[in-house]
């Protein structure tokens, strides 16, 4: 896998994989929803990576949410990191089945019953990206239904103008204040 590292803002990243992953959950009778998300949060990625990850953890949410269900993604600073959560409020994994999670070809349910197949490598691919970018993929158990999946990343200080100038188009913009 090849990367190409800029310094890019988060909360345009975030909007376009939610904008990008909308119309999947829809199909699904889910709907995913961005909370407000400063828009001075940047980290040091490849775009196009942090964005296979995303819709990897987004279209896992949106597959394993009940019909009906909103799927949340937040991001949260804290000190020089950023944590990216998508919260689903599905089924919920459990803490047994963590070693299998991330392994290649995985998949925990693989039953008549799910909604939606899969080949189980996006997990495993999205976390040697993490792997990549220097940061943390995982995951939690939510306290009543649902799993939220997490990324860990550092934030970028210092960023130039420059950078700051091309980051949030009107749509972008209007989507977060939504």
Known sequence: MSFQFDTINLASLLAQSVASNQPFARNL???IVLENIATDLYVSADSTRLEQVMS???S???KFSDPG????????PKDDKVRIEVIDRGIGLAEKHRSKVFEEFSQLDSSDRRKVGGTGLGLNISKRIMDAHAGVLDY????????????DLSLVNNVSDDTKADTLTENEAIALSA
């Open 140 to 151: 939690s158990k939510n306290e009543g239904a649902g799993t939220t999946f997490y990324i």
């Open 56 to 58: 990897n953890m987004l």
């Open 29 to 31: 009778d889910t709907n």
């Open 60 to 62: 896992n949410a949106a």
């Open 69 to 76: 269900e909103t799927v949340t993604v937040r991001a949260i």
